[in-house]
């Protein structure tokens, strides 16, 4: 008798294969989403409403941090922190490249100098010796990426940081809900160790609302200050603008629905964890299949399972893939150091080996918090079948 597996195989596409599949887990907390959004719309608070100060509340209360603020975007985030910390044109900001764009986009919108810094190859995020190496006396901040669901190494940033007297942007965008464990046992949130953290909301993300969506965390409650005024126009009294400012709100639909998502996110973390549990265990010893890596200071929540492939065409597995019904993304192909945008910016001598080895190698594969053991198979099995016809 045919089984289940060798059935759906003849048809992947009944076994509807996504990198996220936000339909199947906006169906299993529908009741509580409705009832959510629809308290929105019975008090016409769109903006303001009281969801957003309670959500401020409860991802502090999560985060054991002191200030959250919501703001419209991720992107966003990082602009207010930076706007907030009063970093001057010109002043180095030192980045990963091996990111998303907006990191360094940020950066570069507000007339700040990227410096681009090499990352490592195990943990894909940027190390402390790497980043001393680019600290000038225009240094002002340092921005590491938790890329991926895992915590770059803070420890021995924050100490960088501290000697140097710069400013620790967390971009936790893709970490949230994923902690880093100190020498002596501590253990912080991802996003509430530097000066300041920023997230995003954005649907795919680990924490994702129906739409766009951003916060910027911080202990510093001067900084908070400013960032709230930032995110509104400059001013802290309605039309009296102290500052200059932008306009970053996040909907108060949107607080709503991520109210009821917040209750979810630690059994998210977990869904993700053991797909990636699954996924290690169905590729260990494979030689050209690396796994990601899990530092041991880092709980590490997989926004991402990023693998490297080493002796077969990356781009030809991807295509395989696709045959069999299974989407991968290659996140990122194109360097941030190597974009056009860039090209006014004198950075062209920047040597990055491993970021550019990255963005040649890498692949990642559907990870997300409804995935079925048969669609876990069905990808695990197809993908070491495509490698092992490669080599
Ligand atoms: C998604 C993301 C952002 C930007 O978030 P948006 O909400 O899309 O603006 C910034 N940095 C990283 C690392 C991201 O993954």
């Not at 510093?220 to 005024?229: H, T, Y």
Request: hydrophobic letters at 40%.
């Amino acid at each position: 008798m045919l089984s289940l597996l060798s059935f759906l195989s003849t048809f992947p596409h009944m076994m509807n294969l996504q990198m996220v599949d936000l339909k199947s887990q906006y169906l299993k907390i529908k009741q509580e989403i409705d009832v959510s959004i629809q308290g929105v719309l019975d008090d016409a608070a769109f903006i303001g409403g009281k969801q957003i100060s309670e959500l401020a509340r409860q991802l502090e209360s999560y985060l054991d941090v002191k200030h959250v603020i919501p703001c419209a975007n991720g992107t966003d985030a990082l602009q207010i922190a930076m706007m907030a910390l009063d970093l001057q044109p010109g002043d180095e900001v030192i980045t990963p490249s091996h990111t998303y764009f907006a990191t360094v986009e940020v950066v570069a919108l507000l007339k700040l100098k990227p410096i681009f810094c090499e990352v490592d190859r195990q943990t894909f995020t940027m190390k402390a010796d790497e980043i001393e190496k680019l600290i000038t006396p225009k240094t002002r901040a340092i921005v590491p990426v938790h890329l991926y669901g895992q915590s770059a190494d803070m420890e021995p940033i924050l100490a960088l940081a501290k000697k140097y007297n710069l400013f620790v942007i967390e971009d936790n965008a893709q970490a949230i809900g994923g902690s880093y464990t100190f020498s002596d046992g501590t253990q912080k949130a991802n996003g509430t160790m530097g000066t300041v953290g920023t997230t995003s909301f954005f649907p795919s993300k680990n924490l994702g609302c129906y739409g766009d969506g951003g916060a910027v965390f911080t202990n510093d409650s001067d900084l908070a200050e400013r960032m709230k005024m930032v995110a509104n126009h400059g001013q802290r009294k309605k039309y009296v603008h102290e500052i200059v400012g932008c306009n970053s709100r996040l909907d108060t639909l949107q607080a709503a629905i991520l109210l009821v998502k917040l209750q979810h996110l630690n059994q998210y973390c977990d869904a993700r964890r053991m797909v990636a549990d699954y996924y290690d265990h169905a590729f260990a010893n494979h030689p050209n299949i690396i796994s990601p890596y899990r530092a041991s200071y880092s709980h590490h929540v997989f926004h991402q399972y990023t693998i490297i492939l080493e002796g077969v065409d990356r781009d030809t597995v991807k295509a395989k893939l696709e045959e069999k019904g299974i989407p991968s993304m290659i996140y990122y192909p194109i360097p941030a150091h190597r974009q056009k945008m860039f090209d006014s910016f004198g950075i062209k001598s920047t040597e990055l080996g491993t970021t550019d080895w990255l963005a040649d190698h890498v692949i990642s594969i559907p990870i997300h918090t409804e995935m079925t053991e048969e669609q876990m198979n069905y990808i695990a099995s197809t993908f070491i079948a495509i490698i092992n016809s490669l080599i």
